[in-house]
């Protein structure tokens, strides 16, 4: 009998060792970087971005976007350049499946807020308000262009890539 009782401690505490160590693989976070950017241009527009991406092992897994179009007096007097612009944002993100944007309209400001985590791609920095004689804004969708940011999932980068791009960008991350 008291060979049986001294091999089943060891059991028992081998045991607990092996559901701690699943507990704290299952449970462990993938990092995850927030970088944003803000620039007012000469007309007085705000644009506003935040991205949080979730990186799973070396590679995009996930990506949040809030990119938050805050206009000044003159342009929110009359609702129309807002429900243009609206319209137009909303165009330009077709490419994404509906359930992953929401685009709201508040008094001053337009917020689309982006969540793709299925081989979507995200274009950053690609908007430039005009304003001649009626404001016109240009959304640049070339995925190639150089004074844009592309980011896809499944694009390679590991934590400190991905800020060093990012912040070669204009881009602000923590």
Known sequence: MGLKKGKVFPM???????VIIIYLFATIQQPYVVCSKSTTNDLGIAINEELQV????????????????????????????????????????????????????????IIAHIVVDDD??????????????????????????????????KDSYTEGEFMTHMKNNGYTCN
Do not use: C, H, W
């Open 54 to 109: 979730t990186l799973d092992g070396n590679r995009i897994g996930s990506m949040d976007l809030t990119k938050t179009l805050i206009f000044p007096d003159q342009y929110t007097e009359d609702d129309s350049y807002l429900n243009s612009m609206r319209f137009v944002l909303e165009n330009s993100y077709e490419y994404l499946p509906k359930k992953t944007v929401d685009i709201t309209q508040e008094s001053d400001r």
């Open 120 to 153: 979507e791609t995200l274009i950053l920095n690609n908007i430039e308000f005009t304003d001649d004689d009626d404001l016109q804004i240009k959304i640049n969708s070339n995925t190639k262009a150089q004074d844009v940011v592309t980011l896809s999932i």
């Open 12 to 18: 028992i505490l081998t045991i607990i060792f092996i």
